[in-house]
């Protein structure tokens, strides 16, 4: 994945630029990719922000950010997508339990960092908002651990500064799990609506009648309390709520 993405840029100098943002726990490097036609020189075009692989054992999510980077930078009849927008995407966030599930435990979703009796934390419930509501655990061996505090995972700390870093030209904010098919925009910590859950949702139906027209696959919308399951302290709900990302949508 590294040597693909480092490829890519020394390729097209013009369009890709790789970035460090962090390092995770066990010291891998967290890597995005700035995709831009004119190369970030216009600070004023909006952007959109993906991510994947939060949650380890996920991997068709950066499999599919890896799709979305080769459509952008490598399918010229693509090229119009970056014409006026940028892109950031990030295909790995949880590096060290990507490596994990593939090593030793196919179904490890946490991150790595040591614990007490268990080690990892869940760390798309480890975000600043809301922390330890509805859909976060306590307890150290649950697979939805929000862990000892709020952001005490590197990774989420990193991605956190990453998100806010753009926030301010930021339109969509997607964050890509598995396995279910849904398009889900906040809140996870409350049932209660989102402010702006009428143009979430019109855009949701959008998104998933394009899907649909490609093979017939259905996706549901709704916020991810309502539709998929209750999770505070996501990404989803932090760019959202805190970085004011009205576009948030996992
Ligand atoms: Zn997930």
Sequence with gaps: MQ?????????????VTLENYGLS???????LLRISKKNEHNISKP???????????????PSQAL???????????????????DWIVIP?????????????NRFWRRTRSKGEKCDGVDPNRNFDIHWMGAGGSSKECSLFYAGPKPFSEPETVA??????KYANRTKLY???HSPAQCLLYPWGYTN?????????????????RAIFAVNATTYDIGSSFNTLNPAAGSSRDWAYGVANISLSYT
């Design 47 to 61: 952007l959109i922000f993906v991510d994947s692989g939060i949650h380890a054992m996920e991997w068709i999510g």
């Design 25 to 31: 726990y066990e010291k891998r490097n967290l890597t």
């Design 67 to 85: 799709y979305i980077i080769n459509q952008l930078v490598e399918n010229p009849k693509n090229s119009y997508l970056i014409e006026k927008v």
């Design 192 to 208: 209660d609506p989102p402010s702006n859950e009428r143009q979430l949702h019109d855009l949701g139906e959008k998104v998933a």
């Design 174 to 176: 997607l964050t890509i």
């Design 3 to 15: 040597n693909y993405l480092k490829r890519l840029a020394k390729e097209n100098p013009e369009i």
């Design 159 to 164: 991605l956190s500064q990453a998100i806010h």
């Design 92 to 104: 790995l966030l949880n590096p060290d339990g990507y490596e994990y599930s593939h090593t030793t």
